[in-house]
């Protein structure tokens, strides 16, 4: 794997596992409630979809596998969430792997959900599913204040 690509994808783990530390500190009944302003999602089912979002783009766009939905009401609690990243940390050693060397190389992906194939480079597709987890990220914290929490700092940069 690429030693920038590597680097990168801890700095995201970081940023993630303070996520993670602070989403702990939640009582286990408001890290699953539905927040009204979000669209009646909880803070766990961004965490999925932000998972279902890595499998989607580098598993079966990226790396052709099938895909396999992670369900909310299978990931119960901060635990589970933590496996389900175990799994995506593995998918993205696998996927930057496969792609090593070849980052800016333009590709045709296929994609179930686009009628004809993507023009993309992997980086294209990596970077997709990292902002998407930071846009994610940002929201869940925002739910969590809502519940009544103070938000911690879980950026890649934290003071």
Request: hydrophobic letters at 45%.
């Amino acid at each position: 794997m690429d030693p920038a690509f590597s680097q990168q994808y801890d700095l995201i783990r970081g940023a993630r596992a303070a996520l993670l530390r602070y989403c702990a500190t939640l009582s286990p009944a408001h890290f699953v409630a539905p927040v009204a302003a979000f669209n009646h999602s909880s803070i766990r089912d961004l965490l999925v979809h932000v998972a279902d979002c890595y499998q989607g783009w580098l598993g079966e766009v990226g790396l052709g596998r099938p895909l396999v939905r992670p369900l909310p009401a299978q990931v119960p609690d901060v635990a589970a969430v933590r496996a389900l990243f175990a799994s995506v940390d593995a998918l993205v050693r696998e996927f930057g792997q496969h792609f090593a060397g070849q980052w800016l190389i333009t590709q045709h992906f296929v994609s179930a959900r686009h009628p004809a194939p993507l023009r993309l480079s992997p980086l294209h597709l990596f970077t997709h599913v990292i902002t998407h987890e930071f846009h994610h990220k940002g929201q869940a914290l925002s739910m969590s204040r809502q519940l009544g929490y103070v938000p911690v700092d879980t950026d890649v940069i934290r003071t």
